[in-house]
T-cell receptor, first 117, second 110 residues
């Protein structure tokens, strides 16, 4: 149980276009989801906390207008990279806290490799 | 959330036990210690968690010191597929987020 499905796994887009990444909790309700960005050989960097039915909370230095987050239901959060540029190329990962785990431990999606050309 | 410190890299021979340490001296009383691992280009995978007592599951064992300032993840019989980056983090029910440290890159060698 406690599976988070993330799509797409890989995407290539042209500069200036927008890309949407979906994160779904398949067998539980996730009122809170998290979005991370990861550069090669680096750790996960938290970008924002996505709250169902309310605005996302962004970490310092993360552009809200660049990385749009929508959490319209208890099972779906989306991250849209708007007007993508090559420097937005990265590995993006979502996670959700699992009600069944102590302290609501995390379960993670499989990640999305974004390449902007 | 607790700041964690881990050695950047470790090697282990296939079939031997891999012992991965983590320092979390700032952990609060209601924070659980969680361990995850990440294989290249995949999302992190849950391994094990604990609060005070030592824990064991089908993947690993977790040894937490009595003062809770550090812990050790033990993979009893490492295989080549255990090569990954291992992260320990503290997770608190009162906080919405936890910060990942740099983790330990474990390389299991034949």
């Amino acid at each position: 149980g406690a599976v988070v499905s993330q799509h797409p796994s890989r995407v290539i887009c042209k500069s200036g276009t927008s890309v949407k990444i979906e994160c779904r909790s398949l067998d539980f309700q996730a009122t809170t989801m998290f979005w991370y960005r990861q550069f090669p050989k680096k750790s996960l960097m938290l970008m924002a906390t996505s709250n169902e039915g309310s605005k996302a909370t962004y970490e310092q230095g993360v552009e809200k207008d660049k990385f749009l987050i929508n959490h319209a239901s208890l099972t779906l959060s989306t991250l849209t990279v708007t007007s993508a540029h090559p420097e937005d190329s990265s590995f993006y990962i979502c996670s959700a806290r699992v009600p069944g785990l102590p302290s609501y431990g995390y379960t993670f999606g499989s990640g999305t490799r974004l390449t902007v050309v | 959330d607790a700041k964690t410190t881990q050695p950047p890299s470790m090697d282990c021979a296939e079939g031997r036990a891999a012992n991965l340490p983590c320092n979390h001296s700032t952990i609060s009383g209601n924070e659980y210690v969680y361990w995850y691992r990440q294989i290249h280009s995949q999302g992190p995978q849950y391994i094990i968690h604990g609060l005070k007592n030592n824990e064991t599951n089908e993947m690993a064992s977790l040894i937490i010191t009595e003062d809770r300032k550090s812990s050790t993840l033990i993979l009893p019989h490492a295989t080549l597929r255990d090569t990954a980056v291992y992260y320990c983090i503290g997770i608190n029910t009162n906080a919405g987020k936890s910060t990942f440290g740099d983790g330990t890159t474990l390389t299991v060698k034949p």
